[in-house]
């Protein structure tokens, strides 16, 4: 009888999780930084909920979704101005208003290979 060995992926070397948990740390306030905003209205809406009753919180909601279904053209940056002024957001000065320009990004597109792009029309 022939003797078969296996060989075992954590034996072999790191995968590719092992290979990520080793290189990349991820402090837990990433995490909590990332979803401050979402996690805020959360609260918010909670409050509201207990001492308005559920037609304020529902309201607000309806009127969030369609400030943020209004958008631009695909190449052109939104600045999200209705989302902020329903928030509250709008006299505050963040991070991401001094340091998140469009003129700062990295990458530049063409309007009309964007616009055929969306369009279908490639």
Do not use: W
Request: proline residues 6%.
């Amino acid at each position: 009888m022939p003797l078969v060995l296996k060989a075992e992926p954590t034996v072999s070397g790191p995968g590719k999780a092992n290979c990520f948990n080793q290189l990349a740390y991820v402090h837990r306030l990433r995490d909590s930084e990332a979803n401050y905003h979402q996690h805020q209205y959360n609260l918010s809406m909670q409050m509201l909920r207990n001492r308005e009753g559920l037609n304020f919180p529902l309201k607000m909601g309806m009127e969030l979704y369609a400030a943020r279904q209004v958008g631009r053209l695909p190449f052109l940056h939104s600045s999200n101005i209705m989302e902020d002024v329903l928030l509250g957001r709008d006299e505050m000065i963040g991070f991401e208003d001094y340091l998140g320009v469009p003129e700062n990004y990295e990458f530049m597109r063409q309007p009309h290979a964007v616009m055929e792009k969306s369009l279908g029309i490639l």
